[in-house]
Nanobody, 114 residues
Framework: VQLQASGGGLVQAGGFLRLSCRASRTLVTTNGVAWYRQTPGSQREWVAT???????GYADSVKGRFNVSRDIGANTVYLQMDGLKSEDTGVYYCSLMWRNARYWGQGTQVTVSS
C-alpha cells in the first residue's frame, strides 16, 4: 500500500489549499483515511478523517474551516483547507489502516504566513 500526499505550499493567512491523498489500491472505499499534521518539536496531531462509510470527523481547531472528501474513482481523499491560520503550518500526512497495519504518506508541507 502506498499513499501519495500532495498539494501543500506557501499561502497567506486567510488563504486556502487543497491537499490530496492518493492510494495505490482501491482502499479508500473500504478503509477510512485520516489526515494528521506535525510541527517541529511537537507530536503528530490528528486533523480530520473520512471514514469508509462516509462519515467525517474534525479536530476542534479546524472544524468549520477544513473539509474532507473522497473521490472513489480516483482512489483519493482530499482535505480542503480554507481560512488558513499561521498555526495550521506544518507537515501534513495522510494515513490509513489496512490488515492491522497503519500506512502513512510521505507528508506535504503547508506554510501559512501571517
Amino acid at each position: 500500500v502506498q499513499l501519495q500526499a500532495s498539494g501543500g505550499g506557501l499561502v497567506q493567512a486567510g488563504g486556502f489549499l487543497r491537499l490530496s491523498c492518493r492510494a495505490s489500491r482501491t482502499l479508500v472505499t473500504t478503509n477510512g483515511v485520516a489526515w494528521y499534521r506535525q510541527t517541529p518539536g511537537s507530536q503528530r496531531e490528528w486533523v480530520a478523517t473520512f471514514a469508509a462509510g462516509g462519515a467525517t470527523g474534525y479536530a476542534d481547531s479546524v472544524k468549520g474551516r477544513f473539509n474532507v472528501s473522497r473521490d472513489i474513482g480516483a482512489n483519493t481523499v482530499y482535505l480542503q483547507m480554507d481560512g488558513l491560520k499561521s498555526e495550521d503550518t506544518g507537515v501534513y500526512y495522510c494515513s490509513l489502516m489496512w490488515r492491522n497495519a497503519r500506512y502513512w504518506g510521505q507528508g506535504t508541507q503547508v506554510t501559512v504566513s501571517s
